[in-house]
């Protein structure tokens, strides 16, 4: 069945540091891709999407590439600041539009 | 400006007890859907439904029950709660299915004593 594998956790990075959370996929067809980002305390958010192969989404500074070929979706920010401490959640749609795979979600924490 | 609200926030049960999760958006959302997020497992589909009448299974079903009788409300319940069941479950819902953006609850932690 469809899955998402994505980079264990937790990352601490320095501000302005380079960011890379590694997320690869598992599924028929031709899923759509998303980045959700959880804040302490709160539901999941929308951080960016990608619906087809070589789409680059990009939101808050945030970017990921759908690559079909690698079937992957990797997620990149080149300077990260305090307040982008949130767990992140790579996550696919299934072809049917119906169901969601999340990965197990990465713990990112800045310091100062 | 409600979004998707869910109640209550916490709640402490006893094995065996039931319970209902309430769930309510006011965006007209056709689709709805449950999942719980488990530690070290992230966010696993419970149930869903694509409009009022119709359900449908997601990834781990088991111990739980939906209903649909309207397009705003979505409740989950839980006939018989066990340990296992102890969790943070998450309601959302979205315009048109799982390919579009969806919009999350803020969540309701569940103990099982």
């Known amino acids: 069945g469809d899955s998402v594998t994505q980079m264990e956790g937790p990352v601490t990075l320095s501000e302005e540091a380079f960011l890379t959370i590694n997320c690869t996929y598992t599924?028929?067809?031709?899923?759509?891709l998303f980045w959700y980002v959880q804040y302490p305390g709160e539901g999941l958010q929308l951080l960016l999407k990608?619906?087809?192969?070589?789409d680059k989404g990009s939101n808050k500074g945030f970017e990921a590439t759908y690559r079909k070929e690698t079937t992957s979706f990797h997620l990149e920010k080149g300077s990260v600041q305090v307040s982008d401490s949130a767990v992140y959640f790579c996550?696919?749609?299934?072809?049917?539009?119906?169901?969601?795979?999340f990965g197990t979600g990465t713990s990112l924490t800045v310091i100062p | 400006n409600a979004g998707v609200t869910q109640t209550p926030k916490f709640q402490v049960l006893k094995t065996g007890q039931s319970m209902t999760l309430q769930c309510a958006q006011d965006?007209?959302?056709?689709?709805m859907s449950w999942y719980r997020q488990d530690p070290g497992m992230g966010l696993r589909l419970i149930h869903y439904?694509?409009?009022?009448?119709?359900?449908d299974q997601g990834e781990v079903p088991n111990g739980y029950n939906v209903s649909r009788s309207t397009t705003e409300d979505f409740p989950l319940r839980l006939l018989s709660a066990a340990p296992s069941q102890t969790s943070v479950y998450f309601c959302?819902?979205?315009?048109?299915?799982?390919?579009?953006?969806?919009?999350f609850g803020d969540g309701t932690r569940l103990s099982i004593l």
């Open positions: 439904s694509v409009g009022a009448g119709i359900t």
């Open positions: 599924a028929t067809g031709y899923p759509s």
């Open positions: 990608a619906t087809k192969a070589d």
């Open positions: 996550a696919l749609s299934d072809n049917t539009g119906n169901q969601f795979y």
């Open positions: 965006m007209n959302h056709e689709y």
């Open positions: 959302a819902s979205s315009y048109g299915g799982t390919s579009q953006p969806q919009h």
